[in-house]
Structure formats: structure tokens, C-alpha cells
């Protein structure tokens, strides 16, 4: 929403960023002393983060550590007319019932007039008159209620006026987690580097020197190496180029990403349609048919074969939302490269299981993440130092 204004407000011990629609609702606000962002209304949430996005830099070490969802409206700030005769009051020791009331100073007495006679008793203030400018609507929801054991069985009437409304306790506030802070990415900790199967060439022994070789002796290779490393590799490497075709849509991909224990997320893409970890099974000429926790290769019989035994997606969601704000959850995504033939009978939820030119079925997902949070997991996600811990 680019018609969202953001306006700075100091006042009463608060430094805030409000944003508000363009008949000036509030929607929301990012309080800079405690680093939390309040949003008034759930819909609106991804607009308040953008718009304050644009307007603070440091935005990921502001965002959400107060996100109360559906939390009424809170009083409008006050009027800026209202604060010099407030703060004025306050100076002469007027307090906050009889300012309200308070008539103008009397003129000064002239030359030999007595100040008794011109400082004339004033009346006592109405209590109708003093009531009326102060009705602490903020007041009424800190009020705790009173359990009512026959109203508690029955559901809740709609409140008749403004006033019963104000007089409804608020939400309790939902503490959000404090984001942690990644060191600055280098070229040795950034992953965006790296290429599909680099654990597999490093088990090969494939460098630059290594590739000459491997173009010379390419033929004689086909037929006296069997190892199935290489094998593994040319899926990857067919997966990875698959997956290269989503980036022209805005998904951001990334391959081996490394793991503390030597294992490796094959690839990790990121997109608005979510975050998928993608794993390869190279089964070359075979006819694959997945289905109720089995795996059958041709004619032969099923072989147990757990979908979602691979830790990938739970060891990737565990690093990211440990430095993001929001909820960053992973789904697999199971691809059988160099096939002739697959059929898929059921999947657990959250996995998908497909050949290499299927990849291309997420390009139009959407929906899940904002082009901000896009990116954020893909800066979380590219420095090694955020995979330490899983």
C-alpha cells in the first residue's frame, strides 16, 4: 500500500513512528525506545512493516517484539492546540480537574487599587463542567472484570455503546521472539557462492584441475568408473539448473548448504510462495512409484521409504526463525532425477515429490511471505554462520 504515511510523534516519554491510512487511521506504530512494532489490524500487518521499512534502515533490529493481534484502537494522540496551555497549567500548580474549569486571569489592578478587591472570589467548579473534558477513555480497560459464573456459560453480548466497548478488558499483548544478530557476511561465510553438489565434488576430488581431467578422460570414465557419487551429482546439478529458471521470478536459490554435522540441504529455495528444502534421489532408467511409506523400482517389490524422515526442513526452519521476527515454516520437496517413469500415491502434508522438469509447478506460488521477508530469509540464509547450531 504506497499511500500509507508514517508520522513521527514524541510526547509524554514515547519516541513512536505511526503509520496511518490516508484518512489518517492509525493502523499501527513502531515504539523506538523498547523495539517493537504494535499493529492494530492483522490485515494490515505487512503493510505497517514495509512502510516502516522505508522509513527506518535498521528496520530488522526494530521489528516485533509486541505484535497484538486484533488489540483495540488506542486514544488518538492529543491534539498539538491542547499541549502549551496543559504544560502552562502545570506551571502556575493548577491541577488536572481544575484546569479544565480555570477562568482567565484577572486584568492587573491599576495605581492605588486594592488586590483583594480586584481578585474576587472565584465559584467552586461545576462537577458537570469538570467531568466533561476528561472521560479517561484510556483508563476504563485496565479495570480488571468481575467473573460472573452465569455469564461465563453463556456467549458474550455485543456491547450496546462506544462506552462498553472501552469498558471490555484488552487482549493480553503476545510477546514475539527477539531476533538474534548474524555477524557481518564475508566472502568465506557467504553461501550464495556455492555450487550444486559441492560435498560431492569435494568426496570427488573435483577442482579446476579436476575438471580438465575429467573433460580429457570423459569417455574412459563412462565406462570403467561406476562409483554412484557421480551419479548423485549429475541430479544435482540437473536440479540446480531447474531450480535457476525460478530465480527470473523472484525466488532465490541456494545449493549445499553446509551443517554442522557434515550433512548438507541440497538446495534451499526461498520465494513468496515459501521455503522449500529440496533433496535429489538420482534413480537412472528406473520407473518409481512412491506411495503409503514405500518406494518400488520396475516390477519389484515395495521397499519401506519415509518421506518425511530427512531433518532438512526442521534444521532449516530452527536456523532462520532464530534470526527472523516472524514465522518462517519449511516444506520439502523430494525430486527423482534421470527416471523413466513416476507415479506418486500419497505424501505426508508439507512434501511434495516430483521429476526435475515438475520444479517449474512453484514459479506462480504465492502468498506466504512479502518481498521484505523475502529477502531477510535469504540474508539469514546465506551466511554459514546462522547454520552453526542446527
Not at 52 to 65: S, T
Not at 329 to 353: H, K, M, N, S, Y
Amino acid at each position: 500500500m504506497q499511500d500509507l504515511k508514517v508520522t513521527s510523534w514524541q510526547l509524554f516519554g514515547h519516541d513512536r513512528l505511526y503509520v496511518n491510512l490516508p484518512d489518517g487511521t492509525a493502523i499501527g506504530w513502531a515504539d523506538r525506545g523498547s523495539g517493537t512494532i504494535t499493529v492494530l489490524h492483522p490485515r494490515y500487518r505487512d503493510a505497517v512493516a514495509d512502510a516502516l521499512a522505508r522509513q527506518v534502515p535498521d528496520l530488522p533490529a526494530l521489528v516485533g517484539e509486541d505484535a497484538p493481534a486484533g488489540h483495540p484502537a488506542p486514544p488518538v494522540p492529543p491534539p498539538v492546540p491542547r499541549i502549551p496551555p496543559m504544560r502552562g497549567m502545570r506551571r502556575r500548580g493548577a491541577g488536572p480537574d481544575t484546569a479544565a474549569v480555570r477562568k482567565p486571569a484577572p486584568p492587573e489592578p491599576e495605581s492605588g487599587q486594592d488586590m483583594a478587591a480586584v481578585r474576587k472570589p472565584v465559584p467552586p467548579p461545576d462537577p458537570e463542567r469538570v467531568r466533561e473534558p476528561a472521560p479517561e477513555p484510556v483508563a476504563a480497560p485496565q479495570r480488571a472484570p468481575v467473573p460472573d459464573p452465569v455469564a461465563a456459560s453463556a456467549p458474550a453480548p455485543a456491547p450496546a455503546s462506544g462506552v462498553a466497548e472501552a469498558s471490555a478488558p484488552a487482549p493480553e499483548a503476545v510477546r514475539r521472539r527477539r531476533p538474534g544478530v548474524l555477524p557481518v557476511l564475508t566472502p568465506g561465510s557467504d553461501l550464495a557462492s556455492r555450487r550444486p553438489g559441492a560435498g560431492l565434488r569435494e568426496q570427488l576430488g573435483e577442482g579446476s584441475t579436476g575438471a580438465l581431467v575429467r573433460a580429457a578422460t570423459g569417455a574412459l570414465r563412462r565406462h570403467k568408473d561406476g562409483d554412484p557419487r557421480r551419479g548423485a551429482l549429475a541430479g544435482e546439478r540437473r536440479v540446480g539448473a531447474e531450480l535457476k529458471r525460478l530465480t527470473r521470478h523472484g525466488w532465490r536459490v541456494l545449493h549445499s548448504v553446509p551443517l554442522p554435522d557434515g550433512a548438507e540441504i541440497g538446495h534451499l529455495l526461498i520465494g513468496p510462495g515459501g521455503v522449500f528444502a529440496v533433496r535429489t534421489d538420482h534413480r537412472p532408467g528406473a520407473s518409481v512409484r512412491v506411495g503409503d511409506g514405500t518406494l518400488r523400482l520396475d516390477e519389484g517389490d515395495p521397499q519401506p521409504y519415509a518421506l518425511d524422515g530427512s531433518p532438512d526442513a526442521r534444521r532449516a526452519r530452527a536456523a532462520l526463525e532464530a534470526y527472523c521476527a516472524f514465522d518462517v515454516p519449511v516444506q520439502t520437496v523430494l525430486v527423482f532425477t534421470g527416471v523413466t517413469a513416476l507415479e506418486v500415491v500419497a505424501t505426508p502434508d508439507g512434501i511434495r515429490v516430483c521429476r526435475e522438469r515438475q520444479l517449474s509447478a512453484l514459479t506462480p506460488l504465492t502468498g506466504v511471505f512479502t518481498l521484505t521477508q523475502v529477502e531477510r530469509i535469504y540474508d539469514v540464509a546465506r551466511n554459514a554462520e546462522a547454520w552453526l547450531d542446527v
